[in-house]
């Protein structure tokens, strides 16, 4: 099954998460956790499908309530606006409350220092404690990238990284000793994951996996975004697309937009490390 991507044509969201979940046998794969995250991309405040369509989201949790009676968060630290404004406005908000889940902004999570010599730029980092005690749900949304050329789960881990100088600000002030007050003047500073860029942004997305990839995507493809990541077209696509192994959906879901793996750099760089571009399979239902 970890090489296997799973695609089923969307017609009822309840039923077809439902049939997701019980084809990835998860609820046997989750027996062991204590928390799920999940990551949707919400790099702004922007509807869906330029982002993770909160509906959706909700339809999940109620299938993943089904079968999982832990902790459920979902979490993310969006880059073109302040996260708390990106829950709130996109009605992730009620949905922590409707179902007395917890909202983490990555943004101001407690964050662990990490290092790994196998990395391209990224070889020592801070990331989100959280990421690494729970099981991760990446919920991207497929869409051509101006500088990525495309993105979907293994870019959307983006959204965990913070520029130095950011995390600098957080550590300096202790996040006022947990009570996660953080003054304005940080957010004029710039984006907030801007030196991925500067330092390459391909290698920082295969380097971000590496040191936490997702252990399951489920895309919802039921629309995708061409000629740019904010400000594209909406197209129908009409799938959820779902797999262990995100090298492998993002290199399906790149080539119902015209795309070959082989194009995108950070899925040339994570073939065979941190998944697989070639040789799985694809099952449909």
């Known amino acids: 099954m970890r090489n296997k991507v799973f695609v089923l ?16 046998l998860l609820k046997e ?24 369509d909160s509906f959706f989201v909700e339809i999940l949790v109620e299938n993943l309530l089904r079968i999982f009676d832990k902790e459920i968060i979902i979490a993310e630290g969006s880059g073109g606006c302040d996260t708390k404004e990106a829950f709130e406005k996109l009605g992730y908000t009620k949905i922590a409350q409707k179902y007395n889940l ?4 990555l943004n101001r999570a407690e964050r662990i220092k990490l290092k790994n010599k196998k990395a391209l730029k990224l070889k020592e980092i ?24 495309f993105t979907c789960s293994l870019k959307n881990m983006i959204g965990v990284y913070l520029s130095r100088e950011y995390v600098k600000e957080y550590d300096k002030e202790k996040l ?11 957010w004029q500073k710039g984006w907030n994951k801007g030196e991925l860029h500067e330092i390459g942004l391909a290698q920082s997305i295969f380097d971000l996996n590496l040191y936490r990839k997702p ?15 904010l400000g594209g077209k909406t197209f129908k696509i009409g799938k959820i697309v779902a797999s262990f192994d995100p090298v492998a ?4 879901l790149a080539s119902l937009f015209g795309y070959r793996w082989e194009e995108i750099e950070y899925l040339k760089l994570a073939n065979k490390k941190v998944g697989f571009a070639q040789d799985f399979q694809i099952e449909e239902f």
Do not use: Q, W
Not at 10 to 24: H, M, S
Not at 136 to 146: A, E, G, R, T
Not at 176 to 186: D, M, N, T
Not at 249 to 252: I, L, V
């Open 9 to 24: 044509e969307a017609k009822n969201l309840r039923e077809d998460l439902k049939k997701i979940l019980d084809t990835l």
């Open 29 to 52: 794969k989750l027996k062991e956790m204590k928390k799920i995250v999940l990551k949707p991309n919400l790099t702004t405040n922007l509807p869906y499908p330029i982002t993770t």
């Open 102 to 105: 917890k909202l983490i902004d």
């Open 126 to 149: 801070f990331l989100p404690k959280i990421l690494f005690d729970s099981f991760l749900i990446s919920l991207p949304v497929p869409k051509d990238h101006s500088s990525a050329v």
């Open 176 to 186: 006022e000793k947990l009570g996660v007050f953080v003054p304005k003047e940080i």
């Open 215 to 229: 252990d399951l995507t489920i895309c919802d493809a039921r629309y995708g975004v061409r000629g740019g990541e």
């Open 249 to 252: 959906s993002d290199t399906y």
